[in-house]
């Protein structure tokens, strides 16, 4: 029997200014990727958040960034090694800290945006981010793109991972994501995305921008909460795979 994790990016809401449906989206996902101020999310929202994730029974991760509020954590930036770890840490802790207050537990961390992108192939920011889990809870799993460097990496120093893929974003044919800034790199239709993520799943391929069929594998796919349609498209995806008798569940986090 297949079994796979849907993911979400949730805690983003600021202040008055709301992102995303987090209720809705938590009634559908197994694991919440929960921000931590960086990019997105104030404490008191973000403890919401973690609050309706523990009740639903679902995964918390940290979802670190660079500190780029005013850009959605997804501005590249140069940080220095040291300063990049810190910063990790910093962000791991604070939503540790909330997820313990209402009775949750932070079992793994995904990078967001440009800090994940620039990640699964950047060895010195890659390593600067793997220093930063093995120095607050080495237990803490690694969510990171199927295929990167990243997750070889993190393995060789000592880290669970888990290959993600993106349900709601297109793909070239060497596995890697199609820039946002290009036209057709975010999908919205709810039926094409889970028509696709099933084949994922059954397959380990889907098809890549240019029409060639590329291999990815992958134990968590991620639809982003800030989308369009964010909840239908989510809702459609769980239902085409349980209605071919996939299992949504939590990945086996930890070690």
């Given amino acids: 029997m297949k079994q796979i994790d849907l993911n979400s990016d949730l805690g983003e809401s600021f202040g008055a200014w709301k992102m995303g449906d987090d209720a809705a989206m938590l009634d559908i996902v197994s694991s919440a990727n929960i921000a931590c101020g960086f990019h997105a999310g104030d404490p008191a929202g973000i403890r919401a958040t973690l609050r309706a994730a523990v009740a639903r029974g679902v995964a918390i991760g940290a979802h670190v960034a660079y ?15 040291d300063e990049l770890t ?49 120095a607050i809870d080495p237990t ?14 993190a393995r060789e120093h000592g880290l669970h991972t888990v290959a993600e893929a993106f349900a709601d974003r297109a793909y070239h044919a060497d596995g890697s994501l199609v820039s946002r800034s290009l036209a057709g790199s975010v999908l919205h ?60 569940a939590p990945c086996r986090l930890g070690r």
Avoid at 67 to 81: H, I, K, Q, T, Y
Avoid at 120 to 134: F, H, K, S, Y
Avoid at 140 to 153: F, H, I, M, N
Wanted: aromatic share 2%; charged share 15%; with cysteine.
């Fill in 140 to 153: 803490l799993t690694l969510v990171g793109l199927a295929g990167s460097p990243l997750l070889t990496l």
């Fill in 189 to 248: 239709d709810p039926q094409l995305v889970a028509e696709r993520m099933l084949q994922l799943v059954t397959t380990g391929t889907v098809a890549a921008i240019d029409g060639s069929i590329v291999r990815i594998e992958a134990q968590s796919l991620c639809v982003h909460g800030d989308s369009p349609g964010a909840v239908a498209m989510a809702r459609q995806i769980r239902q085409t795979l349980t209605q071919a008798g996939v299992v949504i």
């Fill in 86 to 134: 810190a910063d990790v840490i910093y962000q791991i802790g604070a939503l540790q800290g909330l997820a313990a207050s209402v009775g949750g537990r932070v079992s793994y961390v995904k990078p967001h945006g440009a800090l994940y992108n620039t990640i699964a192939a950047d060895r010195r920011q890659g390593l600067a981010v793997i220093e930063a889990l093995n």
């Fill in 67 to 81: 500190p780029d509020l005013s850009g959605f954590g997804r501005r590249n930036m140069e940080v220095a090694s």
